[in-house]
C-alpha cells in the first residue's frame, strides 16, 4: 500500500514540477508582493523587517515558509505539492482503524492526492493559498488519527496529535478565517471524549482525556512563538494587528453608524464617512489622505468616491500610515482604540444614527443578504462539483525583467514569461503542454466520477444509518462510529466555509466565484466522498458475509 502511496505521490509530483509560478509584483502590493517581502525579511533575519502598515496586517506564516524553501534552495511550487502529498500521507495512516481494506485506504488516499484543485492556477500564485488547504488537511488528518485511535495505543494516538497540533498552528497563522475551523475542532474533541467514556474497553481514562493537552499545547507552542517573534521586534503581542481587537472595534463602530446607509459592496458608504468626521477627530485627521482619487482609483470607484466593502479596511489602514499612525505598533494601536472610543461614543450618545455595538472587519449578517448568499452558495458548489477553474496553467506573469530575476532567484521557480509569438498568451514546452494534458485528463475522469461517488456515499449514509439504529436497539456500537462521525465532520466543514465565503461575495465582492476562496474546503468534501465509497463497499461485503 505504501509503495503504491509513494509511486502516485512520485508520479504527481512529476507531472506538477512542469509548472510555472505567477508573478505580479506591481498588481498585488498586499497579497503576493507583501509575503514576497516578508519572507526576504525573514531569510535575512530581521524577522518582519522594519514596522509599517503591512508588516503585521496578515497572518503570515507563508512567508516563513518561502523563506525556508529559499534557504533550502527547493523551488516553492515543489514544495508545496509535497507538502500537501504529506498530508494525503498523514490522512492514509490515520484512516486504518476507520476504513479496514488497505486497498479502499489506498483509494482514498489517490481520490484526496489528486483532487485537481491542489494543482489549479491560484496554486501558482506566491501566496498562502497555494499551501493554506494542505495545512488544515493535514491538521485534520492528524486529528482524526488520533481520535479514531480511543481504544488503541496512547503513544500512536500522541504522534498524530502531535502533527495536528503543529499543522493546526500552521494553518491558524497563515489566514484570518480560523474561526471556520472551530466548529470541527471542538465537535471533533466532544467525539473523542464520548467514546473515550461511554467505551467500557477504553482503560485509564483520565490518561486518554489528558492526550488532547498535546495537540493543544503544540499549537499553544506555535502560535505564541510567533506572537512573541512580534512582541520582540514590535512591542505587540499579536498575530496580526489587522485582526486585533482595536482594528476589529474601530471598523465595528465605523460599521455600526448610520446603518441605513449601508448597501451591499459598500459597508461605510461616503455619507457615512462624512457624518463620522464631525463626531471624531481621530477619524477626521484620515480625510486628506482618504478622500482622494488615488484611494478611491486602488480600492473603490473614482466616480462614485466610494470604497468597495472589500477595500475599505485596506484604505483606511494606507490613510492612517500616511497620516504617521503607522510609525511603531504601539501608536498604531493607540489610533485605532482612539477611533474605536469616539465613533461609538458618538453612536450610545445619538449623534449619528446607530445599530448595536459591533467589532469585525466583515459586514453583519442581515436577512437581506440571504438570498444573494444562497445563489453564492449554489454557483460555488457549481464550481466545486464540475471541477471548474482547476486548470495546471496560469497567465503570464506581469513583472519586469528585473522583478522575476528577483522572484526566480529567490524562489528557485520560473515565471510564465515567455509567450507565444505574436500572441499574449504564454508559452509552454511540449513537454509541459503533455504534463498539463495528463492532469487535465485527471480532471475530467474527476469530473465523471464524481457522480456515481456521491449517489454510492448517499446509499452508504442510509444503510448506514439503519445499521446504527440496529445496533442501537442491541445496546451496540459499531467499532467505526467514531471514524463515520469525523469524517462527516471533514465534509460539514466543507460546507460551513462555502456558505461563509457565500456570504462575504453576497456582501462584501461584487465578483463571481472563485475557487480559490473555497480551495480548504475542496480535499475535505473529496476526502469525504471518496470515504463514503469506500464505506459503501466496505458495508456490502459485510452483508454479503453475513448471508
Avoid at 449514509?461 to 445496533?471: E, G, M, N, Q, S
Wanted: one cysteine or more; aromatic letters at 14%; proline letters at 5%.
Amino acid at each position: 500500500m505504501w509503495l503504491c502511496a509513494a509511486a502516485l505521490v512520485a508520479v504527481k509530483l512529476f507531472l506538477t514540477s512542469f509548472q510555472l509560478m505567477l508573478a505580479s509584483p506591481d498588481l498585488s502590493p498586499i497579497d503576493d508582493t507583501l509575503m514576497f517581502r516578508l519572507a526576504q525579511n525573514i531569510a535575512a533575519g530581521n524577522w518582519l523587517g522594519e514596522y509599517n502598515w503591512l508588516t503585521l496586517s496578515k497572518h503570515s506564516f507563508f512567508a516563513l515558509w518561502l523563506a525556508l524553501t529559499h534557504v533550502l534552495g527547493v523551488n516553492f511550487l515543489i514544495a508545496g505539492q509535497a507538502l500537501y502529498a504529506a498530508a494525503c500521507a498523514l490522512l492514509l495512516a490515520a484512516l486504518r482503524p476507520a476504513v479496514a481494506s488497505r486497498a479502499a485506504r489506498l483509494g482514498v488516499f489517490a481520490a484526496v492526492l489528486y483532487t485537481p484543485a491542489s494543482w489549479a492556477a491560484y496554486t501558482l500564485r506566491v501566496y498562502r493559498d497555494n499551501i493554506y488547504p494542505a495545512l488544515v488537511l493535514m491538521a485534520f488528518a492528524g486529528l482524526l488519527g488520533m481520535f479514531v485511535r480511543y481504544r488503541g495505543s496512547a503513544l500512536c494516538s500522541a504522534g498524530f496529535g502531535l502533527a495536528g497540533g503543529a499543522a493546526l498552528a500552521a494553518a491558524w497563522l497563515s489566514h484570518e478565517d480560523n474561526a471556520l475551523l472551530l466548529p470541527f475542532l471542538m465537535c471533533a474533541a466532544l467525539v473523542y471524549l464520548l467514546f473515550v467514556f461511554l467505551t467500557k474497553e477504553v482503560r485509564r481514562k483520565a490518561a486518554r482525556t489528558a492526550l488532547l493537552l498535546v495537540p493543544a499545547a503544540v499549537f499553544a507552542l506555535g502560535v505564541g512563538a510567533w506572537c512573541g517573534m512580534n512582541q520582540l521586534y514590535y512591542g505587540r503581542f499579536i498575530i496580526s494587528d489587522y485582526t486585533s481587537s482595536e482594528f476589529y472595534d474601530a471598523i465595528g463602530a465605523l460599521v455600526r453608524a448610520c446603518p441605513d446607509n449601508q448597501t451591499p459592496y459598500t459597508l461605510i458608504p461616503h455619507s457615512t464617512r462624512s457624518a463620522l468626521y464631525e463626531v471624531s477627530p481621530a477619524l477626521e485627521s484620515l480625510e486628506p489622505y482618504l478622500e482622494t482619487e488615488s484611494m478611491y482609483n486602488s480600492y473603490g470607484s473614482v466616480p462614485d468616491e466610494e470604497f468597495n466593502s472589500g477595500g475599505i479596511h485596506w484604505a483606511l489602514r494606507n490613510a492612517a500610515d500616511q497620516a504617521g499612525y503607522y510609525e511603531t505598533a504601539g501608536t498604531a494601536r493607540a489610533f485605532w482604540q482612539s477611533v474605536a472610543d469616539e465613533v461609538n461614543a458618538a453612536c450610545d450618545a445619538g449623534l449619528v444614527p446607530a445599530g448595536a455595538r459591533y467589532s469585525g472587519v466583515m459586514s453583519p449578517v442581515r436577512m437581506e443578504y440571504v438570498p444573494a448568499t444562497l445563489g453564492k452558495f449554489g454557483d460555488f458548489l457549481r464550481v466545486m462539483l464540475l471541477f471548474e477553474q482547476t486548470e495546471p496553467t496560469q497567465e503570464l506573469s506581469i513583472a519586469r525583467p528585473d522583478q522575476s530575476e528577483e522572484w526566480e532567484s529567490f524562489l528557485h521557480c520560473t515565471s510564465t514569461k515567455a509567450a507565444k509569438a505574436g500572441t499574449a498568451e504564454p508559452y509552454f514546452s511540449p513537454y509541459q503542454e503533455l504534463a498539463y494534458l495528463v492532469l487535465d485528463a485527471v480532471t475530467w475522469a474527476m469530473r465523471v466520477l464524481v457522480w456515481p461517488a456521491l449517489v454510492l456515499t448517499a446509499v452508504w449514509i442510509v444503510r448506514y444509518v439503519r445499521l446504527c439504529a440496529r445496533r442501537a436497539r442491541e445496546k451496540r456500537v459499531p467499532d467505526d462510529l467514531a471514524g463515520c462521525i469525523l469524517a462527516a465532520g471533514f465534509f460539514l466543514t466543507g460546507l460551513l466555509r462555502v456558505a461563509a465565503v457565500s456570504f462575504i461575495f453576497a456582501a462584501s465582492f461584487s465578483i463571481n466565484p472563485y475557487l480559490m476562496y473555497v480551495a480548504p474546503a475542496c480535499p475535505l468534501m473529496v476526502f469525504f466522498l471518496a470515504f463514503g465509497c469506500a464505506k459503501f463497499f466496505e458495508l456490502r461485503a459485510a452483508r454479503r458475509e453475513a448471508a
